[in-house]
C-alpha cells in the first residue's frame, strides 16, 4: 500500500510540475506577444515587422522545446495567442 501511494505522490508531482511548466511557457507566449503589439502602437505595423517576426519564431521555438509537454489543448490555446500578433507577409 505504501508503494502505491508513494507512486502516485509521484505521478501528482510530475503533473502539477507539467503543469507548472505550461502556466509559465503560456505567459512568456502573452508577454512577448504583448510586447510586440506595444511595438505596434509605438511603430506602426510596417515598422515593427523584423521585431514581431522575431517574436513570432521565439514563440514557435519555445513551444518546439517544450513539444513533449503540452497537449494538443495547450498547443491550440497557445497559437491563438500567438495569431494576435499583426504579421505581413515576410520579405
Not at 508531482?13 to 507539467?18: D, G, N
Not at 509559465?24 to 502573452?30: C, D, G, P, S, Y
Request: proline share 1%.
Amino acid at each position: 500500500m505504501l508503494k502505491y501511494k508513494y507512486k502516485m505522490n509521484i505521478e501528482n508531482l510530475i503533473k502539477e510540475v507539467l503543469k507548472v511548466t505550461y502556466v509559465r511557457l503560456k505567459l512568456t507566449i502573452e508577454t512577448l506577444v504583448k510586447t510586440g503589439l506595444e511595438k505596434v502602437n509605438v511603430l506602426g505595423v510596417e515598422e515593427s515587422q523584423a521585431d514581431l517576426w522575431q517574436i513570432y519564431d521565439m514563440c514557435q521555438e519555445l513551444m518546439a522545446f517544450w513539444d513533449s509537454e503540452l497537449t494538443e489543448e495547450h498547443i491550440d490555446e497557445l497559437e491563438e495567442i500567438i495569431a494576435e500578433l499583426p504579421l505581413l507577409q515576410r520579405v
